[in-house]
């Protein structure tokens, strides 16, 4: 099939790719990232196709990268006035992004009634509680409740005493204040049910005065105004009048001169006794011996650190100021979402972003080999073609969205095309590039070949960088017949600075294997100008031996007119594992 003339091909419109794209975890991020220690094509590559699927809808498209931008590309960035694309280190899924964010919550002053009937309401079994900032105090169970409603200690005084605060009482019952002030504060109260004879009731008011406990009483009765008047006399907390009964004014001149609070509520003295419990504030009751889960921890640590865990429920807070943030239940764990990925440049998860295999990878725009071990639960959208450079591929996506190309975009783009493929000299070319590469230098304004002069001359890794960073700067791990195969590639506008640094990128190649366990490490140092690479190894003897470039006697490969990891010195370094490996 040609590809040229894509300028005379009908546009195709991906409606399919595209709704697949926004009901696949929409709420997770999507971003568009290349390989690790990206090039100038993967970094160029994720940024355009990220303008592309922002532009057709996705406005949560972002362009990643799991490296540091390389001279070069910082140039081509500064140029065209764009940002360093997000730095990932990975991506796994955390629990800041799985959790649920609309929280059912309670304050730490609510009552046990409003708890239980948010509770109720809501049907949850776990509730976390909450100051006025936010920040998580505990969490609160359904059973924790009945600790409010009933006390572990049956003995009847403790049954009767409680911690509870006077305005919530008369919230909780719907009350009408007379009398003293209504007070905020929580206090000891005392419930005494003034149901028995006046003579009784006496008694206990005498008691308590007696002790010093008077004004922790409660005294709660219906129409009875000598009970109220006794209550009263004796200087009690509140008087909590039921049934809807109206209180003399006398009676309510003479309980504000004593300090002494009226409630008059509607309920009968049996449930109001009820209600008044039901009044205690659920910090009462709070279990803050919790596991709490910070908004950073990993979504697959947290699937096995909290499997055998009794704990049902998990507050997700802020590690900086303790607030709630969400929450994560046992059931979150078992499929939790996903973050999108568009990989770029690579389809290996060797060469990926930590944690590619806990994202969710929904498309795949590349130029190399099909290798790896990449899987996916659903069908996804998949561009492999043998071209010099993704920015290629990503650049005739615009056309065939119908989309125009912002000029700085097409900047990008190029320097992805003219990095790869040299300015269309390397063997990896063909029309396609040739052609896209005419269609965005015109968007651009720009000239390739003074484009490209001032690309490469705008940073030289082996001037400018220790020989590990030079190493690792553009380094693509393979493997292959079970080899695993380390390839570096260093672009330079001459060799000069190649023989005073060789002994330093050797020992860096020697550390490499050492630390990485790789069966090869190769380095390749390319003159753009003269087309020629020199070409460094360590690691299995084997395998050097077998190279078919020529090694000269310092022991540098010699490879005249090879300027292409992909389609020269990587099927190079296949062949020589094979011969080592029947060897």
Not at 143 to 154: C, E, K, S, W
Request: hydrophobic letters at 45%.
């Amino acid at each position: 099939m040609s590809h040229l003339s894509i300028a005379n091909q009908p546009v195709i419109r991906d409606d399919f790719a595209l709704n697949y794209f926004m009901s696949s975890s929409s709420n997770m991020p999507l971003y568009v990232i290349g390989h690790k220690n990206p090039d100038t094509d993967a970094i160029c590559s994720a940024i355009g196709y990220a303008d592309l699927l922002q532009k057709k809808g996705l406005k949560e498209a972002l362009p990643a990268r799991c490296g540091s931008v390389p001279t070069r590309t910082a140039w081509v960035l500064e140029k065209a006035g764009m940002e360093k694309p997000l730095l990932l280190d990975d991506v796994s899924a955390t629990a800041e992004m799985i959790c649920r964010k609309d929280v059912v919550k309670v304050s730490d002053d609510a009552t046990f009634l409003q708890a239980y009937q948010l509770m109720l309401t809501e049907k949850v079994r776990s509730i976390p509680v909450v100051n006025p900032n936010n920040q998580l105090c505990g969490l609160l169970k359904y059973l924790d409740l009945l600790q409010l409603l009933m006390p572990i200690d049956t003995d009847p005084e403790s049954v009767r005493r409680m911690i509870a605060c006077p305005k919530k009482i008369a919230v909780t019952l719907g009350a009408l204040a007379g009398g003293a002030d209504l007070k905020a504060e929580e206090r000891e109260i005392v419930q005494l049910v003034g149901a028995s004879s006046v003579d009784t009731v006496k008694k206990r008011l005498k008691q308590a005065t007696e002790i010093g406990d008077i004004k922790s009483y409660v005294v709660i009765c219906g129409d009875r105004p000598i009970i109220q008047q006794t209550a009263i006399e004796y200087g009690v907390c509140l008087l909590v009048v039921t049934g809807g009964f109206d209180v003399a004014a006398e009676l309510v001149q003479a309980a504000k001169e004593k300090g002494v609070v009226i409630l008059r509520c509607k309920q009968d003295t049996a449930t109001a006794s009820k209600l008044i419990r039901c009044s205690r504030m659920v910090s009462h009751a709070l279990d803050d011996d919790i596991i709490r889960v910070m908004a950073h921890d990993s979504v697959k640590v947290l699937r096995d650190s909290l499997a055998s865990v009794k704990q049902d429920l998990f507050p997700v807070i802020d590690p900086g100021d303790n607030c709630l943030m969400g929450v994560i239940s046992k059931s979150d764990l078992i499929d939790p979402p996903r973050i999108r990925l568009v990989m770029v440049d690579h389809n290996e998860y060797s060469q990926a972003v930590e944690g590619v295999e806990h994202a969710e990878v929904i498309e795949v725009i590349d130029h190399h080999r099909l290798a790896g071990d990449l899987v996916s639960r659903e069908p996804i959208r998949y561009i492999n073609e043998p071209v010099g450079s993704s920015c290629t591929l990503v650049a005739r996506e615009y056309r065939y969205a119908g989309i125009d190309i912002p000029r700085e975009v097409a900047m990008c783009l190029i320097a992805g095309m003219v990095s790869d493929t040299l300015n269309l000299t390397s063997p990896t070319t063909t029309d396609l590039d040739r052609e896209i590469l005419e269609w965005l230098c015109g968007i651009a304004s720009v000239n390739a070949a003074e484009f490209t002069h001032d690309f490469f001359a705008s940073g030289s890794l082996l001037a400018h960088n220790t020989a590990v960073e030079a190493i690792n700067a553009d380094r693509k791990v393979f493997e292959e017949n079970a080899a695993r195969v380390s390839i570096s590639h260093v672009e330079e506008s001459g060799l000069d600075l190649f023989a005073e640094r060789k002994d330093e990128l050797c020992a860096a190649l020697d550390s490499l294997i050492e630390i990485k366990g790789y069966d090869l490490a190769l380095l390749i140092v390319t003159d753009i100008n003269s087309h020629h690479s020199l070409l460094l190894a360590s690691g299995n003897s084997q395998i050097i031996n077998a190279l078919v470039f020529e090694r000269d006697a310092d022991g540098v490969f010699q490879a005249p007119g090879v300027v292409s990891r992909k389609k020269q010195v990587f099927p190079a370094v296949c062949q020589a594992i094979r011969i080592a490996s029947h060897s």
